[in-house]
C-alpha cells in the first residue's frame, strides 16, 4: 500500500473542516460517542474528549451537520449506536468533500456502519469489502499501528479496528486475544470448516490468518 503521509499531509485543512461538520453536534452527544466509540467510560474524560472535538468545530456547522445526518439514515440523530462511529471515521480517516457522499452510500449498504452494524448484505465478505473499498484510501496504515499501540484491551477494540489493522500486516503485533477475536469474526461457514476438521489452536490461528491475508491482497 502506499505511504499515505503526504496524502494526509495535503489533505490536513480538508480533514478538519469535515471533522468539524460532524463532529459540531450537541455537546451531549459528543460526549456519548467518546464513552462509546472511544471507550471512554470515565465521564469526566468523555467530557474532556468531547471538548476536545468540539474545539475543532464551527458554530454554524451544527445545524448542517444534524441535517446531512438525518437525510442520509431518514432519523433524527440521537446519539444512538448506528451513528456513533461516523464521527470518529472523518476525524481519522481525513475524508473530503468531495468524498463523503460515496463514503455516505456504502456506509448505508454495509453492515460495517464504521464499526456498528447497520444494514445486513447477503454475505459478510460482501459487506466487508465494500466498506474496505472505500476506507482503505481513507484511513493510513500508522492508523492501524496507533489503534494496536494504544489500545490495548481487546475489549475497547471495535471490530472493524481488528480486521483494518490483521488486513493491513499488522498480525504478528496482536495479542491472542486479538487473534481469538478475529477468529469469532470470520464468516460462520469459514469458522465452521475449521471446527470440523479438528485443528490445533495454532493451526485455528494459520487458517484465520490466510483469511485476512486474502483480504489484504485484495485491497493493496
Known amino acids: ?117 447497520y444494514q445486513p448484505l447477503p454475505s459478510h465478505d460482501e459487506a466487508w469489502q465494500t466498506y474496505s473499498k472505500v476506507h482503505s484510501e481513507m484511513i493510513g496504515k500508522r492508523f492501524a499501528a496507533e489503534t494496536i499501540k494504544f489500545k490495548t484491551s481487546p475489549v475497547r477494540l471495535l471490530d472493524t479496528d481488528i480486521i483494518q489493522a490483521a488486513t493491513w500486516g499488522f498480525w504478528n503485533d496482536m495479542s491472542k486475544n486479538l487473534k481469538r477475536r478475529l477468529f469469532l469474526l470470520l464468516p460462520v461457514d469459514k469458522q465452521l470448516s475449521i471446527k470440523d476438521r479438528h485443528l490445533t489452536p495454532e493451526e485455528a490461528m494459520k487458517e484465520t490468518r490466510k483469511y485476512y491475508d486474502k483480504m489484504q491482497e485484495a485491497f493493496t
Request: net charge neutral.
Open 1 to 117: 500500500m502506499a505511504d499515505h503521509t503526504e496524502i494526509f499531509r495535503e489533505r490536513s485543512h480538508k480533514q478538519d473542516e469535515m471533522t468539524a461538520l460532524m463532529l459540531k453536534i450537541k455537546a451531549e452527544d459528543v460526549r456519548y460517542i467518546a464513552v462509546e466509540t472511544l471507550g471512554k467510560t470515565n465521564e469526566k474524560e468523555a467530557g474532556i474528549e468531547a471538548t476536545k472535538y468540539l474545539t475543532k468545530a464551527k458554530p454554524s456547522d451544527i445545524i448542517t451537520a444534524l441535517q446531512e445526518i438525518e437525510r442520509i439514515k431518514g432519523k433524527k440523530y440521537s446519539g444512538d449506536i448506528a451513528f456513533a462511529g461516523i464521527p470518529e471515521t472523518l476525524y481519522q480517516g481525513g475524508i473530503t468533500q468531495a468524498e463523503l457522499q460515496e463514503w455516505l452510500k456504502a456506509c448505508k449498504q454495509t453492515t460495517y456502519c464504521s464499526g456498528h452494524r
